[in-house]
């Protein structure tokens, strides 16, 4: 398979932004309040969907930290760096510090495939040789615009998600196949001895 790609600093194929720097910890409200995602909300996986978010009362101008569809998180402090897609179904939220927001020219990348990248080996490994911190690692900002994006045409990056995809999945049946059968080895393995 041929295709044209090119390589890209990542600051030239999205805007990066910072998330909204909380003064103290937040505490969710029942009414009223906006729907803000944490670090600890963002957790490994391709796609996030924030519809089910708390709401939090929020201080000052936060319309600059809405996330939706199409933009992509960040997690730059923690063991690992990983990047997450915004669901297309999702609901718009606020982003907090220090997940930072990275918002794709959807003409040049996909992004998934920005969150797929980022996630990958090559660009997990650019983290480690600029990560900062002994006790908490952090990616600084210049350190992730200057992480290089191998950008292929926009087909090329859509069946690259959809393989992924399709291999988490496959992942994903393989494992309850064996959950399943073990739990048959085991019904059958007790039926005998129940009787012998």
Same mark, same amino acid.
């Given at each position: 398979?041929?295709?044209?790609?090119?390589? =890209?600093?990542?600051?030239?194929?999205?805007?990066?932004?910072?998330?909204?720097? =909380?003064?103290?910890?937040?505490?969710?409200?029942?009414?009223?309040?906006?729907?803000?995602?944490?670090?600890?909300?963002?957790?490994?996986?391709?796609?996030?969907?924030?519809?089910?978010?708390?709401?939090?009362?929020?201080?000052?101008?936060?319309?600059?930290?809405?996330? @939706?569809?199409?933009?992509?998180?960040?997690?730059?402090?923690?063991?690992?760096?990983?990047? %997450?897609?915004?669901? @297309?179904?999702?609901?718009?939220? %606020?982003?907090?510090?220090?997940?930072?927001?990275?918002?794709?020219?959807?003409?040049?990348?996909?992004?998934?495939?920005?969150?797929?990248? %980022?996630?990958?080996?090559?660009?997990?490994?650019?983290?480690?040789?600029? =990560?900062?911190?002994?006790?908490?690692?952090?990616?600084?900002?210049?350190?992730?615009?200057?992480?290089?994006?191998?950008?292929?045409?926009?087909?090329?990056?859509?069946?690259?998600?959809?393989?992924?995809?399709?291999?988490?999945?496959?992942?994903?049946?393989?494992?309850?196949?064996?959950?399943?059968?073990?739990?048959?080895?085991?019904?059958?393995?007790?039926?005998?001895?129940?009787?012998?």
């Amino acid at each position: 398979m041929t295709y044209r790609k090119k390589i =890209a600093r990542l600051a030239d194929v999205c805007k990066i932004q910072t998330g909204y720097t =909380a003064r103290g910890a937040l505490k969710p409200v029942l009414s009223g309040g906006v729907k803000a995602m944490q670090l600890r909300d963002v957790q490994d996986g391709v796609v996030f969907d924030a519809s089910n978010l708390p709401s939090y009362e929020l201080n000052g101008a936060i319309d600059r930290y809405w996330v @939706g569809p199409g933009d992509v998180l960040f997690r730059s402090r923690g063991e690992k760096n990983a990047a %997450i897609a915004v669901a @297309g179904t999702s609901g718009a939220a %606020i982003a907090v510090l220090p997940l930072l927001i990275l918002r794709p020219n959807h003409n040049v990348i996909e992004a998934q495939y920005l969150a797929w990248f %980022i996630n990958q080996a090559p660009s997990q490994k650019y983290f480690d040789s600029c =990560a900062r911190g002994t006790g908490i690692r952090m990616i600084s900002r210049p350190c992730l615009e200057d992480l290089e994006i191998v950008v292929p045409d926009l087909g090329v990056q859509r069946r690259v998600v959809e393989v992924d995809r399709l291999a988490r999945r496959e992942g994903e049946l393989q494992m309850l196949l064996v959950e399943k059968r073990a739990a048959l080895s085991s019904a059958v393995l007790l039926s005998q001895i129940k009787y012998a």
